[in-house]
């Protein structure tokens, strides 16, 4: 009998150990990107006016990053920077160009992203929101660029509208019931929603990697009136917006009008909020959070569209500027980061990063090599509690093509910003976001020296693009 329990024992301990043994699974990947939501817009950032619990609750259980930036000012071109790996001095794709008669310019067959190293691995890849980087059928197409499924808007100019006439899924063409920009039946936004929360479902026993570009609160200022809507209904002071109403001449590009904008914008952020809790619901019911790394973030500062108010709201965080600026509120983006086991709760980091740095962050938690054509750096080690061993940038890099073109650099405490750099008499701003983190004073003249060096990063940072060209214009 005693030898029987001691071999049953050993039994035990042999299997024991060996569970201790298997290595965890690769994590999950939940990537949340907001569209034109500000810096300022949810509550672990400073906003007064609109409730955020469940990103509030993300912050406190993972990382808060105060001095993150997005890849660009507009959607395009930082969705780029995002998924390539490259600042728009390199990326693809550098401006918003639209392509007849639905989609935008695509994405390069040369062109990698890194869910296409994430599904090379072994991940099952989703997205599910907002593509605008190369229509069904070119080499732009989500399927063509790492995802197995894509469901959504893959136009971003239909994302205008949330009761759009069709969505796509995959290569399918979706007719949304009762809506034909003279009747509102189907909120878009609810259904991709759906979509998402299927996605991690169904792939809840293999890695995942779940791109969720959700199209809050992105203009026009639409959405049921539910309990999102109606928590601030006739809570502000309100000035109505004149747009071009859903009926007979209504266009896929158009904003309604708005009777409420500011109620409707703050139910539309409420709404996002609650997105992102049935995301982490899912996680929690499917037991995936402890091995699933989420991020929460927005693709540029806050936009004035469509009747929005960022200045009431205080959009952008009493920062400078909004979308189409490359001051602080038009590109410093709220940035949060979970991972159970692995990140600090409640942890807080001035890390100077951008959406390039999440290619090679995220193949590192992958346990995938580093791509070699990337402008980032991996910030793992920030994440795992160890800044003094993290890599910093000797410089971050933007440029925008629109309104006479922009270039901006930040190098450590300085931040220079060059105005119609694509015209012949160029303007070159420089500030300490030290001293000055609201770029009040141009500190140019005081500091010659400083402007020199970060022109010089400047013209180190961008190579012309034939298909987005920006020094060609000086000439003209």
Not at 20 to 35: G, H, R, T
Not at 109 to 120: G, K
Not at 138 to 162: E, L, V
Not at 359 to 379: C, H, K, Q
């Amino acid at each position: 009998m005693k030898k029987k329990f001691t071999l049953g024992l050993a039994m035990v301990l042999v299997v024991t150990w060996g569970i201790a043994q298997v290595k965890p699974s690769k994590p999950n990947i939940v990537f949340i990107l907001a569209d034109d939501l500000g810096y300022g817009d949810v509550g672990c950032y400073g906003q007064e006016k609109i409730e955020t619990p469940h990103i509030d609750q993300l912050a406190r259980q993972g990382m808060r990053f105060t001095q993150f930036y997005a890849g660009a000012t507009v959607c395009a071109p930082s969705r780029s920077s995002l998924l390539t790996g490259q600042h728009t001095g390199h990326t693809f794709i550098r401006g918003n160009k639209e392509v007849q008669p639905e989609g935008q310019y695509p994405l390069a067959d040369s062109v990698q992203t890194f869910a296409q190293l994430l599904q090379q691995s072994g991940y099952r890849t989703g997205a599910f929101g907002k593509w605008g980087l190369g229509m069904v059928g070119t080499s732009g197409a989500p399927d063509k660029k790492g995802f197995d499924r894509f469901f959504g808007y893959n136009c971003q100019r239909q994302s205008h509208r949330y009761y759009p006439t069709h969505l796509w899924d995959n290569d399918r063409k979706v007719e949304l019931e009762g809506n034909d920009l003279a009747q509102k039946a189907t909120y878009a936004p609810q259904v991709i929603q759906q979509k998402a929360l299927e996605f991690i479902e169904q792939n809840k026993d293999r890695p995942f990697f779940a791109f969720i570009p959700v199209v809050l609160p992105h203009a026009e200022l639409q959405g049921p009136d539910d309990a999102h809507y109606r928590r601030y209904k006739g809570q502000f002071e309100e000035h109505p917006h004149k747009g071009q109403d859903y009926g007979p001449n209504a266009t896929a590009g158009g904003y309604a009008s708005i009777a409420d904008p500011r109620a409707t914008f703050a139910g539309m952020v409420s709404r996002l909020d609650g997105y992102v809790g049935e995301v982490l619901a899912k996680l929690d019911e499917l037991g995936l959070s402890e091995n699933t790394l989420v991020i929460f973030s927005s693709d540029n500062g806050p936009h004035k569209e469509g009747g929005a108010d960022p200045d009431f709201f205080n959009s952008s965080g009493g920062l400078r500027g909004y979308k189409r600026d490359l001051y602080e509120g038009g590109i410093r983006v709220p940035f949060i980061v979970r991972w159970p086991g692995q990140v600090t709760p409640d942890s807080q980091s001035d890390f100077n990063g951008a959406f390039w740095d999440i290619v090679p962050t995220l193949v590192a938690v992958a346990g995938l090599e580093r791509p070699r054509y990337t402008d980032g750096i991996s910030f793992l080690p920030t994440l795992m509690g160890k800044a003094d061993q993290q890599e910093q940038h000797p410089y971050l890099y933007w440029e925008f093509h629109e309104l006479g073109g922009r270039q901006a650099i930040r190098s450590g405490k300085w931040k220079a910003i060059r105005l119609n750099a694509r015209t012949t008499r160029p303007v070159t701003e420089l500030y300490d976001l030290e001293s000055d983190p609201r770029e009040t004073t141009d500190l140019a003249a005081d500091h010659p020296d400083v402007v020199t060096q970060l022109e010089a990063y400047m013209s180190r940072a961008h190579r012309e693009s034939e298909v987005f060209p920006f020094q060609s214009r000086k000439a003209e």
